[in-house]
């Protein structure tokens, strides 16, 4: 098993609905999660952080954590065209000093 | 706010010659990484440095050498390069506290 792994996708979306990304890990170990939002040729941007089971939500954006399933998701509320990139999650390796390790990202298309 | 610089931006270099890449982390993080990001790749961990020690490596070939300075910026050493050594190269800093990681806008190396 991979350790983090993604739906790769694509997925594709219209404008204004819910996106939805999953993510699963293999780490029981792993306390924190990230996910990062990449345009093509671009750096990764931080978009949300979660440590905690239950969800976190900062505007559009609301990632959930469930350690018991080793799950976590990201949805993208009124998905705008501007959201089209690929999503990575990320999750530090347990006693490595917090070195990320990436799941394959997935690409998101939103049709206007 | 102040945010990761790489420098350069862009370098095309000859196989076998050498290259480096410099890192600025964000002022008052303590540690820096480097990640290796090939065409339709995730980012892969390469070396961290945590207040100017190796913290960390991953699968940094052993061309490659890294160090972190007194001001904590950090240079990528790369010699003998090879065609496969082409990528995008991301310096990411983080603060120790809360593990989120910053990218850098990245040095994309081309090698001929």
């Known amino acids: 098993q991979k350790e983090v792994e993604q739906n790769s996708g694509p997925l594709s979306v219209p404008e204004g609905a819910i996106a939805s990304l999953n993510c699963t890990y293999s780490?029981?170990?792993?306390?924190?999660f990230f996910w990062y939002r990449q345009y093509s040729g671009k750096s990764p941007e931080l978009i949300m952080s979660?440590?905690?089971?239950g969800d976190k939500e900062d505007g559009r954006f609301t990632a959930q954590l469930n350690k018991a399933s080793q799950y976590v998701s990201l949805l993208i509320r009124d998905s705008q065209p501007s959201d089209s990139a690929t999503y990575l999650c990320?999750?530090?390796?347990?006693?490595?000093?917090?070195?990320?390790?990436f799941g394959k990202g997935t690409l998101l298309t939103v049709n206007p | 706010a102040a945010g990761v610089i790489q420098s350069p931006r862009h370098l095309i270099k000859e196989k076998r010659e050498t290259a480096t890449l410099k890192c600025y982390p964000i002022?008052?993080?303590?540690?820096v990484y480097w990640y290796q990001q090939g065409p339709g790749q995730d980012p892969q961990f390469l070396i961290s440095?945590?207040?100017?020690?190796?913290?960390d490596k991953g699968s940094i070939p052993d061309r490659f050498s890294a160090q972190q300075f007194s001001d904590y910026h950090s240079e990528l050493n790369m010699s003998s390069l090879e065609l496969g050594d082409s990528a995008l190269y991301f310096c990411?800093?983080?603060?120790?506290?809360?593990?989120?990681?910053?990218f850098g806008p990245g040095t994309r190396l081309t090698v001929l």
């Open positions: 990411a800093s983080s603060s120790g506290r809360n593990n989120e990681q910053f």
């Open positions: 780490d029981r170990g792993s306390q924190s």
């Open positions: 979660i440590y905690s089971n």
């Open positions: 990320a999750v530090p390796r347990t006693g490595s000093n917090y070195k990320l390790t």
């Open positions: 002022p008052r993080h303590d540690t």
């Open positions: 440095f945590y207040e100017k020690m190796q913290s």
